[in-house]
Nanobody, 123 residues
């Protein structure tokens, strides 16, 4: 699965951004999509995820401020971020978890990553 993120940029504290992630390739194998982020000097962390069934999961630090959604007709996932804080500054990566049967009849599972988009929240 190939993933292309867009929507990152510079925003002031308290502002909003919407990130988009367009998936292509073996999209029928996708079982969930998500967003991770990595701030300078910190480990990469999960921000939010959504399964093909619509079940969502959020990091505690973003609950109430962030909404993940998915448009299956466009194979695109979105991350709406409101009330942004300076600590939200990071590179945001889109992910797609997939599961598919190979030619030997065995399940192959994994996670593909996008190239990342920078989000900078200034005070």
């Amino acid at each position: 699965v190939q993933l292309v993120e867009s929507g990152g940029g510079l925003v002031q504290v308290g502002g909003s951004l919407r990130l988009s992630c367009a998936a292509s390739g073996s999209v029928s194998s996708i079982t969930a999509m998500g967003w991770h982020r990595q701030a300078p000097g910190k480990e990469r962390e999960l921000v939010a995820s959504i399964t093909i069934g619509g079940t969502t999961k959020y990091a505690e630090s973003v609950k109430g401020r962030v909404t993940i959604s998915r448009d299956s007709t466009k194979n695109t996932a979105y991350l709406q971020m409101n009330s942004l804080k300076s600590e939200d500054t990071a590179v945001y990566y889109c992910t797609a978890d997939y599961a598919s049967l190979n030619l030997e009849g065995a399940w192959e599972v994994g996670r593909d990553w996008g190239q990342g988009t920078q989000v900078t929240v200034s005070s």
